[in-house]
């Protein structure tokens, strides 16, 4: 795989037609990894003298953020210098210059950013229900499997099973693991086809790590924050939401709150993260597990608009579908808002939803043009009178998005473009394990000590 990697950046400096294979924006463990093992089946593969090159959907500078693709790039021995990245590659120049084939793996849909570049989607192999009217018009391979490397790993031991080599397996097998939560039945992330191609790949190389092992130090690396900045940290899991040109990003911490709040120059950083980025909130979704391993959540709500800050305050505190039962924290700032969270099973995928909604809902009955932080002539009553309707329509019309899908647990996608859960199988993510841990610890605590029912 190394010396595979090493031809392809030499392939760079040449002026010739290229094939890249891209993963999705969020550029996890499953979209790196399968980008890298697809690309380097289809070189060994094709008759004719061409190079398929793999491409990590993100920036360079980025790549610290994925905590567990780079402790597994190190445990394999991929240095991270042989690594094509999004901003070493000027995709739209080679599309219009005639000389770019794509091939998709881990995602269908493009950013409107690269809306241009579906014309050179020359196929897809993706794990997620296809959206008819986003995906490119070619040869589209899906099928809902707990992680992208399955179907990669199906691909090559089907086709090509010679060309494997244990590094390439070896990133194969824990990925697949990760993203399917150790293969664990209770969980009910993997399928059947999961499931059959660990066990063949471990039939190949049985010196691969055991599973336990492989799970624990890539899911303690997936949530590791250490030595990032708040910058880093914020934007380590993060999901943004737009209404009426109001731009909020809603970032997974995982640390306690009461150590995120005692960061050196929070408020100072966080000022300068939602200017730099152009945000008129910033939420934080403080995630971890107490000494009892049990699950805690707490929020953050950073905004320097009193009238934005009071209708997100006031939505999330007044919601019963779901009730987030929070607890208000004493605040350290005027802009920062904090609350311990005691209904633990409301995930940040939850909470997005009832944000994305009070956003609409308050805007659209305020008619405020965009990031205006006050509201021109109206009074304390006024506002407050808009901000109960905005809540009250907002909590109407959220029971049925709330609801838990009837389909089985699946793992969720950590795309900007996610499909629901209840609409089919997407990818895992973080904050997705954490919320199933959390169910699972709940329920040991439960079992363990009946007297706290």
Known sequence: MEDYLQDC????????????????EACDLDSMVSALALAFYLTKT?????????????????LPLRGDNVFFLQKIQIPETVLIFRDEIDLHALHQAGQLTLILVDHHVLPKSDAALEEAVAEVLDHR??????????HVSVELVGSCATLVAERILQEAPEILDRQTAALLHGTIILDCVNMDPKIGKATLKDSKYVEKLEALFPDLPERNDIFDSLQKAKFDVSGLTTEQMLRKDQKTIYRQGTKVA?????????????????????????????YDAVIAMTIFFNSHSEPVRQLAIFCPHVALQMTI??????????PLK???????????????QGNTQVSRKKLLPLLQEALSAYFDSMKIP????????????????????AGNSLISG???????????????????????LDQGLPKLSAEAIFEKCSQISLSQSTTAYPSNK
């Open 370 to 389: 965009s990031g205006q932080p006050e509201i021109a002539g109206a009074s304390r009553e006024q506002v407050d009178r808009e901000l109960d309707r």
């Open 46 to 62: 094709t008759e004719a003298e061409e190079i398929f090159i793999p491409v990590l959907n993100i920036k360079r500078s980025e």
């Open 326 to 340: 929070l607890t208000p924290v004493p605040s350290i700032h005027p802009n920062l808002q904090t609350y311990l």
């Open 129 to 138: 229900p296809i959206e008819q009217k986003s995906c490119p018009p070619c």
């Open 250 to 278: 809603i970032s997974a911490v995982y640390m306690d709150l009461e150590a995120f709040l005692q960061r050196s120059d929070l408020i100072a950083d966080l000022s300068t993260f939602c200017q730099t980025h152009s």
């Open 313 to 322: 305050c006031g939505v999330l505190e007044q919601s019963t579908s779901p």
């Open 398 to 420: 959220l029971s049925q998005d709330d609801e838990d899908p009837p389909l089985p647990p699946t793992p969720m996608n950590s795309l900007v473009d996610e499909c629901p």
């Open 9 to 24: 950046r030499a392939t760079l400096q040449e002026s010739r037609p290229l094939h890249v294979v891209l993963g999705n």
